[in-house]
């Protein structure tokens, strides 16, 4: 089977007939030609049009397998209940866009990774992601401070958080992002050590506790304005 000019093995392609049947079409995209100019950054973003499953993914990433994967069980988690968020209209601008998806990303992703592990398929590679970090936060400290509730504030507290509550980090991997952040953004490494340990304290497994998770990270944020959580019964939050 040939997604976006890869020849993809029979182990993905069975993951993608499966999962297909739970969840109905799965669509896959070029993410280079995604609306938004921070998401064309990612490495992968999925979305929901309608009852299709929209993923997007960079054609020419060495792990286009992996990060398919991974994209494709952002579905799932939501199949299963799993909260998500939203744009408000007032806020409909790329920053609010990119920091909603970021705050879905952190609570989803440490549970997809355990459960991609968990059925013997592979997880996206670390190092090189931490190599990407490295590169965007150099840049992103060019364009702000990252002064306290701004956008870049908010975006390195979430990807510091994420390090500190993800199992599938290693301990020098941990390491070696907190030390990337540490020297361009370090307000918000601190920030989003001390929300990693208000979430571990309650959990995130389930989509009740996943919900009140995501919603302590949106409030102490002070991102209320900026990023509904909508849950599995569709109540905006
Ligand atoms: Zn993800």
Redesign the pocket.
């Known amino acids: 089977m040939v997604v976006l000019d890869h020849e993809i093995s029979k182990k993905a392609e069975r993951f993608i007939r499966e999962k297909e049947k739970l969840l109905g079409k799965i669509i896959l995209k070029d993410i280079n030609k995604h609306w938004n100019p921070s998401v064309r950054e990612l490495d992968?973003c999925?979305d929901l049009q309608g009852s299709d499953q929209v993923v997007w993914l960079k054609p020419d990433n060495p792990d286009f397998e992996s990060f398919m994967m991974?994209?494709i069980?952002?579905g799932v988690l939501i199949h299963e209940g799993f909260p998500k968020t939203a744009r408000t209209p007032e806020f409909n601008d790329e920053q609010s866009h990119y920091i909603g998806s970021l705050l879905?990303?952190v609570i989803?992703?440490p549970i997809?990774d355990n459960q991609l592990i968990g059925s013997r398929l592979t997880t996206f590679n670390r190092d090189s992601a931490i190599q990407n970090k490295t590169t965007e936060a150099l840049l992103d400290s060019k364009t702000c401070k990252g002064s306290p509730y701004g956008f870049c504030f908010c975006k390195w507290a979430l990807i510091s958080f994420h390090a500190c509550i993800d199992n599938s980090f290693t301990e020098k991997q941990r390491k070696n992002i907190y030390s990337i952040i540490d020297k361009k953004f370090p307000q918000a490494l601190e920030f989003g050590k001390i929300l990693c340990g208000k979430v571990k304290k309650e959990g995130f497994s389930t989509p009740q506790k996943a919900l009140n998770a995501m919603l302590v990270l949106r409030n102490s944020l002070k991102l209320n304005e900026r990023v509904i959580i909508v849950d599995s019964q569709g109540s905006s939050h």
Do not use: L, P, V
């Open positions: 992968g999925h991974h994209e069980m952002h879905t990303s989803a992703d997809i």
